[in-house]
């Protein structure tokens, strides 16, 4: 055999397998559990070992979403540093579960409501919202971290809320004071209905630097 006539393809299973697309295209089965995750409006965690298939059905989610539904998809595989960064800053904040769980969890909805925003003004309707103009003084007022992407911009969210003469469990008040969360929801929402559109949001390789160990489960909100 001519070494030009060789077979050669990914293992199932192997740590780049979900880039041959054409393999997985003919091999993917879209199970009860895909079809729960594509049409879940809640939040999920896809666990499994190294190889399972979980970068696999990141990507499959992600095209089944971008074929059949209307709206924005974020899709992101954050770097170990990254990773590393957000829990630093929580890390110097406090070792605690429950606080580290309660500052990242509304750190986290600051930074995707920003980011939603920040597509959303990009839409011709976007004028037509009734709270045009108070998304646009948001914009204004936080250009600087909504040029910076999501890990870093929750990271900064967090740490511009801090003080050493507060306690951890005032900083989840402290942000969604500084950035009137309810009022930020409510106007994102408000335009997400004017322009027709939903968000979608996907991340992959989050145990890149990921430890067996509270806080960095906390971090994840």
Request: net charge neutral; with cysteine.
């Amino acid at each position: 055999m001519k070494k030009s006539d060789r077979i050669s393809g990914n293992i199932l299973g192997g740590s780049r397998a979900e880039i041959d697309k054409t393999m997985l295209a003919k091999a993917f089965v879209e199970t009860h559990d895909f079809q729960a995750l594509v049409n879940t409006t809640d939040f999920n965690f896809v666990v499994g070992r190294r190889g399972t298939g979980k970068s696999a059905l990141f990507l499959k989610i992600f095209e089944y979403i971008k074929k059949n539904k209307t709206g924005y998809i974020y899709e992101n595989t954050p770097q170990e540093y990254e990773q590393l960064a957000l829990r630093a800053t929580v890390e110097r904040i406090t070792s605690n579960y429950r606080s580290i769980r309660a500052i990242t969890r509304v750190a986290w909805r600051v930074s995707i409501l920003l980011d939603q925003l920040s597509h959303i003004q990009e839409h011709y309707k976007f004028k037509n919202s009734t709270k045009f103009d108070y998304l646009c003084e948001v914009s204004t007022k936080y250009e600087e971290l909504l040029s910076v992407n999501i890990f870093s911009r929750t990271a900064s969210i967090i740490s511009e809320c801090f003080s050493e003469d507060k306690s951890a469990d005032e900083v989840p008040a402290q942000i969604a004071i500084k950035y009137d969360i309810e009022a930020l929801h409510f106007a994102v929402n408000d335009s997400l209905l004017t322009i027709g559109r939903a968000s979608y949001y996907l991340f992959d390789g989050l145990d890149e630097g990921w430890q067996p160990n509270k806080i960095a489960t906390a971090v994840l909100g």
